[in-house]
């Protein structure tokens, strides 16, 4: 008994190592080959597996969908489409570890943008977490031109300096992915009571990746003629985080908590960020650590707190 109720805890933890690896392969995948491509291949690879699935498991469901779930899924594969291209493209211009700590703050964004959308209150928990993701967002914005001192605290270069720096686009692009993917899980709120995981993944996956689709050939770019070192990054890119990894959290959902899962999201970008500094010899700044602590209780509160007070009314 107990060892059954271990196995979705073992899970997890294979699931978070799972994710943590996406912006590894992704700066290996950088060597030689262009960010949109790289986001493109990414849900191609994911499309071409989970596909057979899907019409093996609702072949009596494929070809049922409604005129207002298909312009749902239409915008869930764009939000989709979005947040990989920006942010894929932000580990281009800023750290792995500010990159990843700010792209993780999709459940805030969520938290806030809800009660707009999808008419959800708020309470007192999600706005200081929001609070202090901001907080934080800003250390982190600000971190490759700014150091602690011991007369200033915090000492940076010019302000104009500091505005043109490439790691301020960097971690706009990441929040711009962050935003994405609070648009992506509201729309997935409104369609995932009514659709299977699978069928609604296959669909979203499928349309994000013609839109990613569209936009690399838009930009003159092509899919082909890139290194094969570059082609098994963005392969394994898509099977191991983009499949393997959220396959096991939306598993463990089904025997564990939904707050816990929640809070074991967090993982991420600790995991991510002990990878880089294994593989990819990054070290995160004091000022990156803080702020990713900052976000970080940000996102506890307001997923755990504010799932505890749900679960109790």
Same mark, same amino acid.
């Given at each position: 008994m107990i060892?059954?109720?271990?196995y979705?805890?073992?899970?997890?933890?294979?699931?978070?190592l799972?994710v943590? @690896?996406?912006s590894i392969?992704i700066r290996?995948?950088q060597s030689g080959?262009?960010?949109?491509v790289i986001?493109?291949?990414?849900l191609?690879t994911?499309?071409?597996v989970i596909?057979?699935i899907a019409?093996f498991?609702?072949?009596?469901k494929?070809f049922?969908?409604?005129?207002?779930?298909?312009s749902?899924?239409?915008?869930s /594969?764009l939000?989709?489409?979005?947040?990989?291209?920006?942010?894929?493209?932000s580990?281009?211009?800023?750290s +792995?570890a500010?990159?990843?700590?700010i792209v993780t703050t999709?459940?805030?964004?969520v938290a806030? &943008?809800s009660? +707009? &959308?999808?008419?959800?209150?708020?309470?007192?928990? +999600?706005w200081? /977490?929001? +609070?202090?993701?901001?907080i934080?967002s800003s250390?982190?914005?600000?971190s490759?031109q700014c150091?602690?001192?011991s007369? @200033?605290?915090i000492?940076?270069?010019d302000l104009?300096?500091?505005?043109?720096k490439?790691?301020?686009f960097?971690?706009?692009l990441?929040?711009?992915?962050?935003w994405m993917?609070a /648009?992506y899980?509201?729309?997935?709120?409104?369609?995932r009571?009514?659709?299977?995981?699978? $069928?609604y993944i296959f669909y979203?996956?499928?349309?994000s990746?013609?839109?990613?689709l569209?936009?690399?050939y838009?930009?003159g770019?092509n899919?082909?003629g890139y290194?094969?070192?570059s082609?098994?990054w963005?392969i394994?890119?898509g $099977?191991?985080p983009?499949?393997?990894?959220h396959?096991?959290?939306?598993?463990?959902?089904?025997?564990?908590?939904?707050?816990f899962v929640?809070?074991?999201?967090? /993982?991420e970008p600790?995991?991510t960020?002990?990878?880089a500094?294994? &593989?990819l010899?990054?070290?995160p700044?004091?000022?990156?650590f803080?702020g990713?602590f900052?976000?970080i209780?940000g996102? &506890?509160?307001v997923t755990?707190?504010n799932q505890?007070?749900?679960?109790?009314?």
């Amino acid at each position: 008994m107990i060892k059954e109720k271990m196995y979705p805890l073992i899970g997890l933890f294979f699931g978070i190592l799972a994710v943590s @690896t996406a912006s590894i392969f992704i700066r290996y995948a950088q060597s030689g080959a262009p960010s949109l491509v790289i986001a493109t291949i990414r849900l191609i690879t994911a499309v071409i597996v989970i596909s057979p699935i899907a019409f093996f498991r609702f072949r009596n469901k494929v070809f049922k969908i409604s005129k207002r779930e298909l312009s749902l899924l239409l915008l869930s /594969g764009l939000f989709l489409a979005i947040h990989f291209a920006a942010w894929i493209t932000s580990l281009e211009h800023t750290s +792995i570890a500010s990159s990843v700590v700010i792209v993780t703050t999709t459940p805030l964004w969520v938290a806030l &943008f809800s009660p +707009i &959308f999808l008419k959800e209150k708020n309470n007192s928990s +999600i706005w200081i /977490g929001l +609070i202090l993701a901001i907080i934080g967002s800003s250390l982190v914005a600000i971190s490759n031109q700014c150091s602690f001192s011991s007369e @200033t605290i915090i000492q940076c270069e010019d302000l104009r300096l500091t505005l043109d720096k490439n790691s301020i686009f960097g971690n706009f692009l990441a929040l711009i992915g962050a935003w994405m993917a609070a /648009g992506y899980m509201m729309v997935g709120r409104k369609l995932r009571s009514s659709m299977p995981l699978i $069928l609604y993944i296959f669909y979203v996956y499928l349309f994000s990746a013609i839109i990613l689709l569209i936009i690399t050939y838009g930009s003159g770019l092509n899919l082909f003629g890139y290194s094969n070192n570059s082609y098994f990054w963005m392969i394994l890119l898509g $099977l191991v985080p983009q499949l393997f990894g959220h396959s096991i959290f939306n598993w463990a959902l089904g025997h564990l908590p939904a707050a816990f899962v929640s809070i074991a999201l967090i /993982g991420e970008p600790v995991g991510t960020i002990l990878l880089a500094f294994l &593989f990819l010899k990054e070290t995160p700044s004091v000022l990156e650590f803080l702020g990713g602590f900052l976000i970080i209780i940000g996102i &506890f509160l307001v997923t755990f707190l504010n799932q505890k007070r749900s679960d109790q009314r």
